[in-house]
């Protein structure tokens, strides 16, 4: 049987996978695990009110308290779960996915994500059909739901706090703002706007039905063309639960995970605040990351992909940076999991004061140019110890030198196998992910 919890939580289509049983099932679940007063929030999706009533009804059969934030950011109920004193935190979200699928996601009292562990037991819970009748309180012994009022106001004055306690605030500064429908809708423009910047926004509405649709981080072009429209400085785009972010620079040109990274670790480096004067990204990160790092003295950690992994290697380093080139940053000074908007303020501010517009700092990294193939095989996991294929892999290595990489791992989900290259120029990238794609083709 699949396992339940994915990389990022519960996930599937709301009502036919992710179902109301299920969403209770994993509510009783927060109060048997974690405790007995748990935040949970949602963004704009259609189903999240339903699945918030299962949600909070699993919470209160157990007699817990169901605090409700309502439609909310996924780092603002990892923030409030320490600042309310909470248990731990549901987030209903399925982040950057399609309307049509929800998710459910669970942190614990400190703002972090489950460990594999607890989801496990988590999981076994589910399966035996959640709290048997013994264990359920009866009567006025069964629990409340709650709602957060301040909850949204909570988690923007924390953001911009980040700025602020710096001295440094964003007047002059022009956004462009791509809110992707989402739970940023009611929380990015107005930080930037306590902050001095003037903000021009799009898709800050929602019918439910919209969020994330040919708008948002995973789809730049309505931020790009706004930005041309007026005349903006800067560009920036979040996915459904604001936990991610993507900007552009005043000529529209992409500024990834990998590049805000790169500024943001050069500022925290020379302000004497990157401990450990490391930074840690996964192995999916771009070469230009690897030598920008070095370039500026900074070690790098590379971790298998999944930002769970990245702030895995931080805790046990103790390192305050680390992130995804998909745009999902961990500033463990500010908060506990990937947060859009801290990111985003904490790179224009690192701009700031580096006096240096958007695309300045931005060129602290130069992006290698990468060539991903998917190739389909009959057994993935006969990629290990394939002789032939460690030869092509070899042989491109012994030629890029430092000028390149070479990337080849089995999909986590499919039968694929991917091979990625990244090299000085995209014509020698492609020549050479070609030439090891067809050997994988051919031999696995």
């Known amino acids: 049987m699949a396992r339940l919890f994915g990389t990022d939580g519960v996930r599937g289509v709301a009502n036919t996978e992710l179902t109301c049983d299920l969403a209770f099932k994993l509510g009783q679940a927060a109060v048997a695990f974690k405790g007995k007063t748990i935040l949970v929030g949602k963004d704009t999706r259609l189903s999240g009110d339903m699945l918030e009533s299962c949600v909070a009804a699993g919470i209160m059969s157990m007699g817990g308290t169901a605090l409700l934030a309502g439609i909310i950011p996924t780092p603002a109920i990892a923030l409030l779960v320490r600042e309310l004193h909470c248990d731990g935190g549901i987030v209903i979200s399925a982040s950057h ?23 496990d037991e988590i999981e076994a819970f589910v399966a035996r059909g959640g709290a048997a009748p013994d264990e359920l309180p009866g009567g006025d ?59 021009v926004a799009i898709n800050e509405d929602f019918d439910g039905t919209d969020i994330n649709v040919s708008c948002g981080s995973t789809h730049l072009g309505p931020v790009r063309a706004l930005v041309t429209e007026i005349g903006a400085d800067v560009g920036i785009a979040h996915d459904g639960d604001a936990d991610r972010v993507m900007l552009v620079d005043a000529q529209g040109n992409e500024i990834d995970g990998d ?82 908007l801290v990111t985003a303020l904490q790179f224009l501010a690192a701009c700031r004061r580096a006096g240096k517009s958007v695309a300045e700092a931005a060129s602290a990294m130069t992006r290698f140019p990468q060539t991903l193939i998917n190739v389909r095989v009959g057994d993935k996991h006969a990629l290990d110890g394939n002789d032939a294929v460690a030869a092509a892999v070899a042989a491109v290595e012994a030629e890029l030198g430092d000028d390149g990489r070479v990337l080849i791992r089995p999909s986590g989900t499919e039968p694929v196998v991917r091979v990625m290259v990244e090299a000085a120029s995209a014509e020698d990238a492609e020549r050479h992910a070609q030439a090891i794609a067809a050997v994988v083709e051919r031999e696995v």
Request: with cysteine; aromatic share 4%; net charge negative.
């Open 97 to 119: 996915n399609p309307p049509e699928y929800n998710g459910i996601k669970l942190f614990d009292g400190q703002g972090f994500k489950l460990p594999d562990v607890v989801e």
């Open 259 to 340: 590049m805000v990274e790169a500024v943001c670790a050069i500022d925290l480096h020379q302000r004497g605040l990157l401990d450990g004067n490391t930074a840690v990204s996964t192995v999916m990160c771009n070469l230009g990351l690897v030598h920008a790092m070095r370039e500026a003295g900074i070690e790098l950690i590379q971790t298998k992909v999944g930002d769970r992994y990245v702030l895995e290697a931080m805790r046990e380093g103790g390192f305050v940076l680390g992130g995804e080139q998909s745009g999902h940053m961990i500033l463990l000074e500010h908060n506990s999991t990937g947060d859009g």
């Open 141 to 199: 012994a069964v629990g409340v739901a709650l709602p957060v009022d301040d909850a949204v106001e909570l988690y923007i004055a924390h953001a911009v706090s980040t700025v602020t306690g710096e001295g440094i605030d964003f007047a002059g500064l022009k956004v462009a703002l791509d809110a992707g429908h989402g739970a940023s809708c009611l929380t990015s423009a107005e930080a930037l706007r306590r902050l001095g910047a003037e903000v």
